[in-house]
């Protein structure tokens, strides 16, 4: 069985005023949510990929629970007064935008496997290395 990257990758942090939280959907996570609030964030995941519509409020759920899921994937355990106080403190340090991102960055590594990762990380590093146009069309 190929292993996931999220077996083996760093967490996803968001930095802010009130302290650094780390974001990472485990697998115990993907299922609780399935099993629990009908919330198959897998498919989620792929809706978001291929850029299909989804509804304002069942994104907005739909996100919010797993990013629930994401910051409880670690050892200090957090309410959902908690979570929904991180939230809106993100929205306002570092914005929806990006908060969104963060959580996104978190499902890829929930979702990719380790190969996957690996290419992943080669593209990451040109885009990062180079300013040549030539370069960054190989």
């Known amino acids: 069985m190929e292993k996931k990257a999220s077996d083996f990758l760093p967490n996803e ?3 802010l005023s009130s302290g650094i939280y780390t974001l990472r959907f485990s697998k115990y996570w993907q299922e609780k949510l399935l099993r629990d609030e009908h919330i198959d964030a897998l498919s989620f995941y792929r809706k978001i ?3 299909e519509e989804i509804e304002d409020q069942v994104f907005k759920n739909t996100i919010g629970s ?3 899921g994401m910051i409880n994937s670690g050892q200090k355990q957090y309410s959902i007064k908690e979570a929904e106080d991180i939230v ?20 890829n590594a929930a979702f990719m496997t380790q190969e ?3 290419k992943f990380k080669d593209l990451v590093e040109i885009l ?4 040549d146009e030539e370069t960054l069309k190989k």
């Not at 809106?88 to 499902?107: P, R, S, W």
């Not at 990062?128 to 300013?131: F, G, P, T």
Request: glycine letters at 6%; charged letters at 30%; hydrophobic letters at 45%.
């Open 116 to 118: 996957q990762y690996e």
């Open 88 to 107: 809106e403190l993100a929205n306002k340090e570092i914005g929806a935008e990006m908060l969104q991102t963060k959580i996104v960055y978190a499902l």
């Open 128 to 131: 990062k290395q180079s300013d």
């Open 66 to 68: 797993i990013f629930f």
């Open 13 to 15: 942090r968001i930095e």
């Open 49 to 51: 990929m291929l850029g």
